[in-house]
């Protein structure tokens, strides 16, 4: 019997700690089915802040334009909340590190162009990475560029990936494809363009639905006389 397949869209953000923490749980719970099922994976667009400027914005400017003012007191409990869900999860947050936050479109289209190079979950670990840990900033075209040669994209094609429109309509399609589906927040997590998983769900969640998306073949009868592929009856 030939192995079940499960396909996975990720719909996630750069910007967004929550998916990074729900992509490190999901690849845990792939990477402990061992053989069982085989895994197609995709990252797919979703813009937290699409109207930041490329140049940025001061991040708690962003929280009291788009929260009020009252956020700002309840801003290092909710980052030492993340900090000790990431460290469960493998990841070191370091929000401290950076004072901006940044428009990911760049990102995303990055993350496109890897898809045709099979290097996308390793870009996308590699930006949230440099996001949430170093600090940096995930729209500065040097960056993504060297990330691109660092998990296997061509540096020829990178040269002028990013001053060309490749990737910039794509994106937007992606985005609105998103939307159509109904998705009005990440991570979200599509099985077999069928099943919507929301948020950065445990890792018994996403066995819990590899077990209801592949049911197993139950055996009705004794076994009877038969044939196998070498012939022998």
């Known amino acids: 019997m030939s192995t079940q397949k499960i396909k996975i869209d990720i719909v996630s953000d750069i910007n967004c700690p929550w998916c990074y923490v729900g992509e490190k749980r999901l ?3 792939i990477a402990t089915t061992g053989d069982k099922y085989k895994f197609e994976v995709n990252f797919k667009p979703f813009e937290l802040n699409a109207s930041i400027a490329p140049e940025g914005m001061n991040k708690l400017e962003y929280f009291k334009m788009n929260y009020g003012s009252q ?3 309840q801003l290092p409990a909710m980052n030492q909340r993340l900090a000790d869900v990431g460290k469960e999860a493998g990841i070191d947050f370091k929000f401290e590190k950076a004072e901006n936050l940044h428009n990911t479109f760049n990102g995303h289209r990055l993350i496109w162009l890897a898809e045709k190079y099979n290097v996308q979950p390793q870009v996308a670990e590699a930006l949230f990475y440099s996001n949430f840990t170093e600090g940096q900033n995930v729209n500065d075209i ?3 560029k060297k990330i691109g040669k660092a998990n296997g994209i061509p540096a020829e094609k990178l040269d002028t990936f990013f001053e060309s429109e490749e ?3 794509e994106v937007r ?13 990440v991570p979200a997590f599509i099985i077999n363009d069928t099943y919507l ?5 445990p890792e018994e969640v996403f066995h819990q639905v ?10 009705v009868t ?6 196998d592929i070498n012939g022998n009856c």
């Not at 399609?173 to 927040?185: D, H, P, R, V, Y």
């Not at 590899?210 to 055996?219: C, H, I, R, Y």
């Open 222 to 227: 004794t076994k009877g006389e038969s044939c």
């Open 210 to 219: 590899f077990e209801q998306v592949t049911p197993s073949l139950q055996q």
């Open 167 to 169: 990737g910039k309509d």
């Open 71 to 73: 956020i700002i007191p």
């Open 142 to 144: 040097a960056l993504l």
């Open 27 to 29: 690849n845990s719970a």
């Open 173 to 185: 399609q992606l985005e609105q494809w998103a939307q159509a589906a109904g998705i009005k927040g």
């Open 197 to 201: 998983i929301s948020g950065a769900q």
